[in-house]
């Protein structure tokens, strides 16, 4: 069975820093896309960053500039580094892979259980 351990989010004074990372375990097989999503109360859970296997990255562009995703494929972990973080960037954030493992061969989505980042003064 596939798990996704997010870590790293916490309580930020804007313009502060986080690292948020994301280690997948158990039998994979490949790993297409990783990345993190978010979601605000009571707003839709978005897109924050991508990267294929290749390294190809995406972005939102509220977070163009600030954040930086990147990935170890050898460890099957991901990690988002924020800078100059806003309140506005205050949500659940969800690491999420577009995998195949033991249990299902077809590529799937599987997800992390959320950390919070909350930015505050």
């Known amino acids: 069975q596939v798990q996704l351990v997010e870590s790293g989010g916490g309580l930020v004074q804007p313009g502060g820093s986080l690292r948020l990372s994301c280690a997948a375990s158990?039998?994979?097989?490949?790993?297409?896309?990783m990345g993190w999503y978010r979601q605000a109360p009571g707003k839709e859970r978005e897109l924050v960053a991508s990267?294929?296997?290749?390294?190809?990255?995406e972005y939102v562009d509220s977070v163009k500039g600030r954040f930086t995703i990147f990935r170890d494929n050898a460890d099957n972990t991901v990690y988002l580094q924020m800078n100059r973080l806003k309140p506005e960037d205050t949500a659940v954030y969800y690491c999420?892979?577009?995998?195949?493992?033991?249990?299902?061969?077809?590529?799937?989505?599987?997800w992390g259980q959320g950390t919070q980042v909350t930015v505050s003064s």
């Open positions: 999420h892979a577009d995998l195949s493992d033991y249990s299902d061969s077809r590529f799937h989505d599987s």
């Open positions: 158990g039998t994979i097989f490949s790993i297409r896309i």
């Open positions: 990267i294929g296997s290749g390294g190809s990255t």
